[in-house]
């Protein structure tokens, strides 16, 4: 089990070039399965004698102990991918997971800023301390790209693009784009550049755009962190993270007519399904507005 496992995470990192973020939570998810499998099958056990059974067994005991249905369907697509591999491989027969359903999702509207509470949040870092200049640059780029967080502090002063405004981004599995920053985004990003140039040597010599105080790049969770300051100064939902940055920046952009294919391109999402959750947004809010405002609703 255990060498079947490593040969499919080495095939993750080095023949699907998959990130290190994407590795560990492979590795996480199928390490649980592991330690069941072997539990019920015992210390011997090979791939060879998982079977559909066997994977049932593991779902039920995942929901027994309360994992939500996104947790369960993520372990189940784990396990499905590990077992393709295993296939290819000549290590099993057959795929355990062959028609298998996960859990039926709970349908989710995504959480959004409105058009006001981002200008807040954007107005929140105030003064002309550098690392000031460094937050207000980081929320502006956040809502003008829509960029996921991990998308944003893997950004490098060779991606970008200030003149003619656009950011060379890696998203999911590496997958490179081209993303747009607006007049604002710009503006604050010079700025920070400035402030950046004069902050020594350390930070000279580093080839991220966004530092922390050390001269380090910074972590996705030094972003939430900060985030969370500025959403206390500016009086905003604590709930909010840095995606819902995207989630607003996608959902004010088809509020305002844009076509679903550019935003789909600008998100870098693979499917149209994935983008058409914020078309669910606009529509709820056409339905709220007619409940509350018709005679006749």
Known sequence: MDQALAEFLRHLGLERNASTHTVKSYREDLTQAMAFFVEKLGP???PRDLTTRTVRAYLAWLSEQ??????IARRLAALRSWFRFLCRQGMIDANPCEGLRGPRQDKKLPHFL??????RLLAAPRGNDPFAQRDRAI??????????????????LDDLDLESGFVTTRGKGRRERLVLLGEPAKRALTTWLQARSILGETFKNQPAIFLNQRGSRLTTRSVGRLLERYLAIAGLDPRTSPHTLRHSFATHLLDAGADIRGVQELLGHRSLSSTQ???HVSTQRLHDCYQKAHPRA
């Open 66 to 71: 309360g994992y939500a249905k996104t947790t």
């Open 114 to 119: 409105t058009q006001e509470e981002v200008e």
């Open 44 to 46: 011997r056990s090979t």
């Open 139 to 156: 929320l502006e780029t956040l809502y003008s790209t829509g960029m996921r967080v991990a998308e944003l502090v893997g950004v490098n």
């Open 277 to 279: 959750i914020y078309t």
